[in-house]
């Protein structure tokens, strides 16, 4: 029903009152704090993404990637050396200036460190439970201009640089599921809580969530207070995932470029037709589907989901459906 689907939104909305909400944005302050006092990274600029920055979390345990963005310019080295050299300052000066800092409770709050290659992870947990509250990778990138000026790196160095997107990927979010599209922010929650209990031993980019919902948002048809838009959205985005996964070839409209910018050659027909393709719109070299690993678990749990839902939401669906045509699987125009 409409109530139970309202209740569920509420449920896993965060409510930045509560005691976790505030201790976790003291924690993300004191990192970006900690990094304009250090030295070697106080020239960058600080970025907040992740679903935090997005917008797109949930209650009981989110991620935020916070970015430090250089300009390599004035600098001799390749860029992966300039930025393997920040990422080491990152690892060690700023992990010192958290732990002298006490950002959070810590008779409350645990936190715990992992160096990961890209940068410095930090986790915050309840103490009494140990459940999850917050997870902050801090990465390194250098300032880009547009998300084109990949295409003038090498393979090699275009590893390196994934974080130097971010504040594309936030800008690109942010705009696709602001308030007139308000019923897209509440069902990408829904999507990622859901993704949560059904991906099993898979591997399902929340990205990827986030943005097939921007892009089904355009074929949602409103239909009256007893299916709410995002109801209808989730709908859609799950049949999207059950039915048709494999056969998406979806390119969306972004301000950073157009399909006449990519190289056609750039991704493989074999390779599309085995995991179909959507392009990342912050990121003209990376199919979003490529990093979907054993999609079956959640390709079975959408179906179940699918089977299950009431006669008028699978009626209006289908009238969805009919009305967007091929558009909905369909708008990569290379193949």
């Known amino acids: 029903s409409s109530e139970a689907w309202a209740h569920a939104i509420q449920v896993i909305t965060p409510h930045y009152a509560d005691e976790e909400e505030q201790e976790a944005h003291k924690l993300v302050e004191h990192v970006k704090e900690g990094i304009m006092s250090v030295k070697k990274l106080s020239k960058g600029v600080v970025i907040e993404a992740g679903s935090r920055g997005k917008r797109t979390n949930i209650r009981g345990g989110s991620d935020v990637d916070v970015v430090v963005v250089f300009n390599d310019d004035d600098s001799s080295l390749p860029t992966h050396e300039f930025l393997s050299l920040k990422r080491a300052t990152v690892r060690h000066a700023l992990g010192e200036h958290v732990t002298k800092g006490r950002p959070v409770d810590l008779e409350r709050f645990a936190l715990s460190f992992t160096h990961k290659y890209h940068g410095l992870r930090i986790h915050m947990h309840r103490r009494d439970t140990m459940d999850r509250v917050l997870k902050v990778d801090v990465l390194v990138g250098i300032e880009l201009e547009t998300p084109l000026d990949l295409l003038d ?32 922010r509440p069902c990408i929650r829904y999507l990622k809580k859901w993704l949560g209990h059904a991906k099993g031993e898979g591997k399902f980019p929340g990205y990827l969530m986030e943005v097939l919902a921007i892009h089904a948002s355009r074929y949602t048809i409103k239909y009256g207070p ?46 599309i037709d085995e995991t179909g393709i959507v392009l990342d719109p912050a990121n003209p070299v990376n199919n979003i589907l490529a990093a ?31 009305e967007a045509g091929d558009a909905l699987y369909h708008t990569f125009r290379y193949v």
């Open 153 to 184: 790196y090498d393979r090699y160095e275009q590893e390196f640089l994934s974080a130097s997107l971010v504040r594309f990927q936030k800008t690109f979010v942010l705009k696709r599921s602001s308030d007139k599209l308000s019923f897209v």
């Open 226 to 271: 007893e299916i709410p838009p995002s109801m209808t959205l989730f709908a859609l985005v799950l049949d999207m995932i059950g039915h048709h996964l494999q056969d998406l070839r979806i390119f969306l409209d972004n301000p950073y470029y157009s399909l006449d910018n990519v190289p056609a050659d750039l991704f493989s027909q074999a390779h």
């Open 292 to 322: 979907v690993r054993k999609p079956r678990f959640v390709q079975r749990a959408a179906k179940a989901w699918l089977k299950k839902m009431p006669e008028h939401l699978r009626a209006h669906v289908e009238v969805c459906k009919r």
